[in-house]
């Protein structure tokens, strides 16, 4: 009989690892760890079976992975020298024992880690750290620079945030493939109409009431929303309605980034990472406030809590049923937070304690479905309608 089947896809420090449920979302198994154990920021896939994740650091370089099947095996793209190399280069023993070639890289040390990933129309898509923006026409083997935003105007101005010169979110139209937006920290959102060529800042503040004054310095007050972008997420339809949680606050764009509104109101805390769309409402929104930048980024008063709006942001709900409510120190990293297209949607996110949650109810009440991973840097989930058991 026909069955749907769930995997959640998650990027760790320790590599990758596959949370495998059945049609009821009830039961789930834990697969990995893959990719060699290496740092993975990013993980995608499609329910074709094919799977991508884009890592490194410093000591490995970067690097895409592809999986034809599922995660059950795995093919290595290297893209930038690490320590590893350099190491590799001094002793044949070193080198042997990592499998280093000493192949040219394509693109040798201009970037340390793959950030985000992105699978539409045909094209995979890179962000790296630092920011650059990269692109596959061979579903990740080959790649080039978008030099479109490489080369932007405002490219010297960018200052990195905590974690770095990041481009940590990509999105894409679902219709028109020339469109795309990105997410920079700390530079903030770019857009492009073109397919690349070209691409337009968009941080400009809607014309509503101003939002409260700030001084952090990745984010100016006159005008823009903070360059310090955490994630951005594209609601579903024909339109360009984008919700942002940055470094102050959670905004939405009406119009594609051209200006955004500040949907603040109700919450505990502006400070933030992730935020969720659900796959049907463009109007039903979750995120996972946190106490702020200074005062150690977890829970507002160590109670955990995921806050949905159901109005587009004009007003917010917590909810707690599942999670922990007391001594609770987590945070949720920018991409650690999914969703599936299930009826009703299940809300997904993973700590850098290494728990997995799950709503299956749309935020009403949240399980833990996997505990003890390393720490989780992104979250995804993959959906196969059918399979015959």
């Known amino acids: 009989m026909p ?185 903030g959102v770019f857009a492009t109409e073109d397919g690349g060529q070209s691409w337009e800042r968009r941080n400009r503040l809607s014309n509503a009431a101003a939002c409260p ?33 940055n470094h102050h606050g959670v905004w939405r764009s009406p119009d594609g980034g051209r200006s955004w509104e500040d949907i603040n109101e109700g919450l505990p805390s502006t400070f933030g990472f992730p935020i969720q769309v659900h796959p049907r409402d463009p109007e039903m929104i979750w995120t996972l406030p946190l106490n702020g930048d200074d005062n150690g980024r977890f829970p507002p008063g160590a109670a955990a809590a995921v806050w949905r709006s159901r109005d587009g942001g004009k007003s917010w709900q917590d909810h707690r049923a599942g999670l922990p409510q007391n001594g609770c120190f987590f945070t949720v990293l920018r991409q650690a937070m999914a969703g599936d297209r299930a009826d009703p949607a299940g809300v997904y996110f993973g700590t850098n304690s290494g728990s997995v949650f799950a709503s299956f109810d749309e935020g009403e009440n949240w399980s833990e479905i996997a505990r003890h991973l390393p720490t989780i840097l992104s979250v995804e989930v993959v959906e196969e309608g059918v399979r015959r058991v």
């Open 3 to 187: 069955e749907r089947t769930f995997t959640v896809l998650l990027g760790t420090t320790k590599g990758v690892f596959l949370l495998r449920g059945d049609g009821d979302r009830a039961n789930w198994a834990v697969a990995g760890p893959f990719c060699d154990g290496w740092p993975v920021n990013h993980v995608i896939g499609d329910a074709s079976g094919l799977l991508w994740a884009g890592g490194g650091g410093d000591w490995y370089g970067a690097a895409v992975w592809r999986s034809e099947d599922g995660g059950e095996s795995w093919e290595k793209t290297r893209l930038t020298r690490g320590t590893i190399d350099d190491w590799a280069e001094d002793d044949p023993d070193v080198a042997e024992m990592f499998g280093v070639t000493g192949d040219p890289l394509p693109f040798a040390d201009a970037f340390a880690q793959v950030w985000s990933l992105r699978f539409a129309h045909g094209a995979l898509y890179a962000g790296t750290k630092p920011a650059t923006l990269l692109v596959s026409q061979d579903g990740g083997r080959a790649w080039e620079r978008v030099d479109g935003l490489t080369d932007h105007p405002s490219a010297a101005e960018w200052s990195p945030g905590a974690a770095g010169l990041t481009l940590h979110t990509i999105l894409t139209h679902p219709t028109d493939p020339q469109r795309m937006w990105v997410g920079i920290s700390a530079a």
């Open 213 to 245: 004054p700030h001084d952090h310095p990745a984010a100016p007050r006159d005008g823009e929303t903070g360059h310090c972008v955490h994630n951005m997420m594209l609601a579903p339809g024909e339109g360009a309605t984008i919700y942002q949680q």
